[in-house]
């Protein structure tokens, strides 16, 4: 099995960043390194899809079981995921983490963060699953607090190690469930062992907690947003890009795979969580200034969208409608894929953007597009995709996503019949939210006139930054103009999962991908790319051609302002305006403070906009407030004599012994 030879690698890259770290080759190393060996977990990843099962045991971990690894098709695709997405960030890593000013902190859990995301992936028993996952909370807590020094990211990381455990305690618990009164801790038994209806729902819950609260689902989604801006932003791309992927994973092997067949009901909640997560998720980054926390909220918006597909599939599933389920569960994985595409180069833009004016607010920024000209191209495209424009692999998910809507059969639970259409919805406002949101950040990042002078003199990103950042756009291209390929490929995970698969799509004419047939519906991204190009080209001849060969220069219109400060232009926040009064009035409490001046007074007037996040006031902050009070309540405990403590323990064992003799 080559990846368990790859993890052992990545540790002992983490070794030596942590040995030296200090030393300009050190980076090299360390960020070539794990290069090299993501590049084997995308290969690895992309064999076994098709291979044979690999099964490994090694003679640590439980004394009766050893640590037990596993490389299926499920594991290959996610691991291809890990690989794809590690590469990426350590390419650009290999440009940007030059300026890093304390490598210590960064180099020896960069790889240690890699390696832990590979092994809860390959796994096959319980305690190898929570190790690896804690290895990557600990690990990618240690990056989020690279940079400690700055304000807010103490905080972040705070919050973030504590969302962090309670996810762990949460899996803990799915698979002591799971494990049963035998102890079957490895993944065969648990198979083998199906547990009971009420048992089922309860790792059902337990595991949308656990594996939720990573992957960013609401109410569970407060960390993200505070802890994905705070990491440098190559590790940003990948705890954004690759980490929450590993978090659907756990979903899917646990849900899918060891907890055996499960009731309709589990798709109604799924997929209400789902249509809750994309919606709240894109309203909140539209209303953001910030570039990372906007890109991070954009994560939680598209991780609901990757849970609408996987609660359909449960959904069809579940009624035995294992063709629907195949198209859903196909559509949520090629939309992680196209995820960890657009957003891993996305926040390769915001770093390099970043990088070159020091600037996250976007009313700082403007008129990058002429200094960092191939920046401006490559997030172009990251936006195009993430705002779901055709003929972009962002398109090409969410279309099979709604085709999997619009596909349900007359399901006899009303539960299902409201539910869907409702998600339906759900989907289709944040698909238009999204592409609003990121027309906002890319109009005021990178076009108008410089609003700051860190903006006036920004230079492009360096060539690796640049080379990583233009090779995800290939790819967000290519796997838009060609999702048949895609699709074919994801066949054998879907196959295991769902005992079906989508048609053969490659079979088709001019590449042409139907979901179920193409009389009922069908989608051509060669077709709509080379209608696009023609187009393109067709227009600019005819503008070369039949326009005037004479050049007069002249002002643009000013509107009748021609004072060319970047205040007349537009802003991020009046950009967003229009939808914060819609829905920010009642979701978010927000609120527009107009200060006039008095006549006759020359200070100029201001609006001040406030925005509440409703989760963490409504649940996490008053939480909070009650373990401080009891805490502190709590603390005169530490002062008590010896007699009182003895009084406690003893009043302890009664209360106990009392328990078990009802008990029993």
């Not at 305690?169 to 698979?175: E, G, I, R």
């Amino acid at each position: 099995m080559p990846v368990a030879l790859t993890v052992p690698g990545l540790l002992v890259l983490a070794l030596v960043g942590a040995a030296a770290a200090r030393l300009a080759v050190t980076r090299i190393v360390v960020y070539g390194g794990s290069l090299v060996f993501c590049a084997g977990l995308l290969a690895a990843g992309v064999n076994a899809l098709t291979a044979p099962v690999a099964h490994l045991v090694l003679p640590i971990g439980l004394p009766w079981i050893g640590l037990q690894l596993r490389v299926d098709a499920l594991a290959g695709f996610f691991l291809a995921l890990i690989g794809l997405g590690g590469a990426g960030a350590s390419l650009f890593a290999l440009g940007y983490a030059r300026h890093e000013h304390h490598p210590e902190r960064v180099l020896p859990f960069y790889p240690a963060f890699l390696a832990g995301m590979a092994l809860v992936v390959i796994a096959d028993d319980a305690f190898s699953f929570l190790f690896a996952w804690e290895l990557m909370s600990l690990t990618s807590w240690a990056l989020v607090l690279a940079h400690h020094k700055e304000a807010g990211n103490t905080g972040a990381g705070f919050v973030y190690l504590i969302m962090a455990t309670f996810s762990g305690m949460a899996l803990l618990l799915a698979f002591g469930l799971l494990a049963g009164p035998q102890g079957a801790y490895a993944f065969d038994a648990m198979r083998a062992h199906p547990p009971t209806t009420a048992i089922a729902a309860t790792v059902l819950v337990v595991t949308l907690i656990g594996a939720g609260s990573k992957a960013g689902l609401v109410p569970l989604h407060v960390w993200l947003p505070q802890a994905h801006p705070a990491a440098p932003s190559h590790v940003s791309a990948l705890m954004s890009g690759v980490m929450t992927k590993v978090a659907i994973y756990g979903f899917i092997r646990i849900v899918f795979d060891l907890l055996g067949p499960t009731e309709w009901w589990s798709g109604t909640v799924v997929l209400a969580l789902g249509g809750a997560t994309a919606v709240l998720g894109v309203l909140h980054a539209v209303m953001e200034r910030d570039l990372k926390r906007l890109l991070a909220y954009s994560t939680v918006e598209n991780i609901g969208i990757v849970f609408i597909g996987l609660g359909l599939a449960l959904a069809f599933r579940a009624n035995g409608f294992t063709a629907g389920a195949a198209l859903a569960l196909t559509a949520a994985l090629f939309h992680a894929l196209n995820h960890t595409l657009f957003k891993s180069l996305l926040f390769f833009g915001a770093g390099a953007v970043l990088d070159a004016t020091g600037q996250r607010d976007m009313e700082t920024l403007g008129g990058l597009i002429h200094r960092m000209p191939r920046t401006a191209v490559a997030v172009l495209v990251g936006c195009a995709a993430i705002a779901a424009l055709p003929p972009l692999n962002g398109f090409a998910s969410e279309w099979l996503t709604f085709q999997a809507v619009l596909l349900h059969p007359d399901l006899p639970q009303w539960g299902l019949k409201l539910m869907i259409p409702v998600d339906g919805a759900a989907l289709a406002l944040a698909a238009a939210l999204a592409a609003s949101c990121f027309v906002r950040a890319y109009g005021i990042c990178f076009l108008g006139r410089p609003r700051s002078q860190a903006a006036a003199q920004a230079r492009e990103a360096d060539f690796w930054s640049v080379a990583a950042m233009a090779g995800f756009a290939g790819l967000c291209l290519l796997t838009g103009v060609f999702p048949g390929a895609v699709i074919d490929t994801l066949a054998p995970v879907v196959q295991t999962l769902t005992t079906a698969r989508m048609p053969v799509q490659l079979s088709n004419t001019w590449l042409t991908i139907a979901p179920v047939a193409a009389s009922r519906s069908s989608y051509n991204g060669l077709l709509v790319f080379g209608f696009i190009a023609v187009s393109m080209i067709l227009t600019l001849l005819a503008v070369s051609r039949l326009s005037t060969r004479g050049v007069r220069r002249a002002p643009p219109w000013d509107c009748g302002f021609p004072d060319p400060t970047p205040l007349s232009q537009y802003s991020a926040g009046s950009f967003a305006q229009p939808i914060r009064r819609v829905f920010a009035t009642v979701l978010f409490r927000a609120k527009d403070t107009v200060t006039m001046p008095p006549p006759g007074d020359s200070r100029p007037a201001t609006i001040t906009h406030h925005i509440t996040d409703p989760v963490w006031d409504g649940v996490y902050a008053p939480l909070g407030r009650a373990v401080l009070w009891i805490a502190e309540k709590a603390n005169v405990l530490q002062f008590l004599t010896i007699r009182r403590y003895l009084g406690f323990v003893f009043g302890a064992l009664v209360v106990l012994l009392m328990a078990l003799t009802i008990w029993q």
